[in-house]
């Protein structure tokens, strides 16, 4: 295994294992009725940074 598939793997794990911990948090505050603005703020964050590392990675994986 190459160098740059190894990175577009863990590029594409992180960004699954991001997406998945924004759209946790916006369903867990979304149903204990906290209405904070600083959880929402994270989760857009975190799936902001998961869409990211997704494209980077197929990006990285298409030159391969």
């Given at each position: 295994m190459d160098p740059r598939s190894r990175?577009?793997?863990?590029?594409?794990?992180?960004g699954t294992v991001s997406l998945v911990a924004g759209f946790l948090t916006?369903?867990?505050t979304m149903s204990?009725?906290?209405?904070?603005?600083?959880p929402?703020?994270?989760?857009t964050f975190l799936i902001l940074t998961?869409?990211?590392l997704r494209i980077e990675a197929a990006i990285?994986?298409?030159r391969s």
């Amino acid at each position: 295994m190459d160098p740059r598939s190894r990175r577009a793997d863990t590029a594409r794990v992180l960004g699954t294992v991001s997406l998945v911990a924004g759209f946790l948090t916006t369903l867990l505050t979304m149903s204990s009725g906290s209405g904070g603005l600083q959880p929402q703020l994270l989760a857009t964050f975190l799936i902001l940074t998961g869409i990211g590392l997704r494209i980077e990675a197929a990006i990285v994986d298409r030159r391969s």
